[in-house]
């Protein structure tokens, strides 16, 4: 169920009949769907779903087959590549595993995309730093070294790089994967925190169903590369989609495999 009262003018995130292949392959098929200014926005949908798919496209990583992805008014298919990366000042992105450089303190990642992208003198980026650092409750372990820190405290840090430049767009990767659920939890709320400082839109992609209902103002369902519902957390609990349901149930689907066609499939001899 999509919301009626969106408009174009409150939409920070708008995918219009968007269409992607790998190879021959068709992954996304015809997806639309808005993320409106300030919202929390959780794509979630089972494995092969293309849930991590769309979030690449929307990071303008990969080129689209057809429809146009506008971030922030932008059509980021038809831009040119200085025009994306002027864009992505006003993105932050936390991925999966954190991708923080081992080499570098905890300090030195989070401050980095300001070394890259701003013309701030050393000590404002060290304050900087150190204040994203204590929004996300790692105040004075700028010093350490990613492999001192806990898998929870990796999770934070990358999160305290994703906005230390304020963006305007938040996009995570399976925040809680590999979490227990007290540092889930934990992240959830940060999350939730962050939205309101900043007024930030935020696209989280997860499997995790108790994070999506405890964060989410609306959520995009995906299956086989289309869109099976976008609607709140109360719509898409008491949806009648029977795969919806498998979803939230966690019901195993019965998948009949053809050993010739996948040993094809392996070797790239399938057309």
Do not use: W
């Not at 008491?238 to 050993?259: G, K, M, P, T, W």
């Amino acid at each position: 169920m999509t919301n009626q009262t969106e408009t174009q003018a409150s939409a920070a995130i708008k995918v219009e009949d968007l269409v992607t292949h790998y190879g021959s392959t068709r992954i996304l098929d015809h997806v639309n769907m808005q993320v409106n200014t300030g919202e929390i926005m959780v794509i979630m949908g089972g494995s092969g779903s293309g849930k991590s798919t769309l979030l690449r496209y929307m990071l303008g990583l990969h080129q689209a087959t057809s429809g146009s992805i506008k971030l922030l008014g932008h059509d980021i298919t038809k831009i040119s590549s200085q025009e994306m990366d002027d864009l992505r000042k006003n993105m932050g992105v936390s991925f999966q595993g954190g991708a923080l450089f081992n080499s570098m303190t905890v300090g030195q990642n989070v401050c980095l995309p300001l070394h890259e992208h701003t013309t701030l003198d050393e000590n404002t980026i060290q304050i900087m730093g150190r204040m994203k650092l204590s929004v996300v409750n790692l105040g004075g372990f700028d010093d350490l070294m990613p492999a001192q820190l806990s898998g929870g405290m990796i999770k934070r840090a990358a999160l305290a790089r994703a906005i230390v430049m304020d963006p305007k767009l938040l996009f995570f990767d399976e925040p809680s994967a590999g979490l227990d659920p007290v540092a889930a939890a934990e992240l959830d709320d940060l999350i939730l925190r962050i939205r309101k400082a900043l007024n930030t839109t935020i696209v989280v992609v997860t499997h995790d169903l108790d994070s999506t209902f405890r964060i989410a103002d609306r959520i995009t369902v995906l299956d086989k590369g289309k869109i099976l519902m976008i609607g709140t957390v109360e719509e898409v609990r008491n949806s009648d989609n029977e795969r919806i349901q498998s979803l939230l149930n966690r019901e195993a689907r019965h998948v009949e495999i053809n050993a010739d066609e996948y040993l094809k499939e392996l070797t790239g001899q399938k057309e």
